[in-house]
């Protein structure tokens, strides 16, 4: 009953920006922390950031000063703001809920995961 649905992705140069949505339905959106992954192809998932239910957030060192996680409880909508993006930032990236606390994933798919996406740094 979980659904995900991620937008925002798409082509962007060096230095440039992107900001990311994930629109949440099928359970208590406010009580569950929210999580943003992402994979490359070939690569691990790797969690990027995560906003717990009341708004307290973590990032991943690679993305500290760049990505702001946020959340808007009252649209049931979990947001990544990214700048500065790199060409190793390209990824596919995933929205998670989970009740306790975000963690990493070995895998970017299951229950309560978006279907993801496409985010292209390139010149």
């Known amino acids: 009953q979980v659904q995900l649905v991620e937008s925002g992705g798409g082509l962007v140069q060096p230095g440039g920006s992107l900001r990311l949505s994930c629109a949440a339905s099928?359970?208590?959106?406010?009580?569950?922390?929210m999580g943003w992954y992402r994979q490359a192809p070939g690569k691990e998932c790797e969690l990027v950031a995560a906003?717990?239910?009341?708004?307290?957030?973590n990032y991943a060192d690679f993305v500290k000063g760049r990505f702001t996680i946020s959340r808007d409880n009252a649209k049931n909508t979990v947001y990544l703001q990214m700048n500065s993006l790199k060409p190793e930032d390209t990824a596919v990236y995933y929205c998670h809920a989970e009740l306790i606390a975000i963690s990493p994933s070995s895998r970017c798919a299951g229950n309560s995961w978006g279907q993801g996406t496409q985010v292209t740094v390139s010149s």
């Open positions: 099928g359970f208590i959106f406010r009580a569950y922390a």
């Open positions: 906003i717990s239910g009341f708004g307290s957030t």
